[in-house]
């Protein structure tokens, strides 16, 4: 059983940067891949990007490439998105979540987050 609540989220203006962190309960932080995700208001949740159980492979959306960066603290049991340039479209809640396998399929995690809502204005 993994328990994980984000925090970070706010309000920005366009270009300007925020940090989200996703802090995990539990011993088994290393044995999950971590992945974070997003929903826009009316929209699918959607796959942001993933970082492997060592930190030394990570995917990302096409969308977010260049400027979001995913890592992970084993010391803290914590995974962090940061997130530059931001653009308003960029605008929603954004979820951590845990999978035992390296995937971006939402289907594919077992845990998840509360969310918290990251709001970019233009």
């Known amino acids: 059983q993994v328990q994980l609540v984000e925090s970070g989220g706010g309000l920005v203006q366009a270009g300007g940067s925020l940090r989200l962190a996703c802090a995990a309960s539990?011993?088994?932080?290393?044995?999950?891949?971590m992945g974070w995700f997003r929903q826009a208001p009316g929209k699918e949740r959607e796959f942001v990007a993933r970082?492997?159980?060592?930190?030394?492979?990570?995917v990302y959306t096409d969308s977010v490439k260049g400027r979001f960066t995913i890592s992970r603290d084993s010391a803290k049991n914590t995974v962090y998105l940061q997130m530059n340039s931001l653009k308003p479209e960029d605008t929603a809640v954004y979820y951590c979540?845990?999978?035992?396998?390296?995937?971006?399929?939402?289907?594919?995690?077992?845990?998840w987050g509360q969310g918290t809502q990251v709001t970019v204005s233009s």
């Open positions: 970082i492997s159980w060592s930190g030394s492979s990570t």
């Open positions: 539990g011993r088994a932080f290393s044995t999950y891949v």
């Open positions: 979540a845990a999978a035992k396998t390296l995937t971006i399929r939402t289907h594919g995690y077992d845990y």
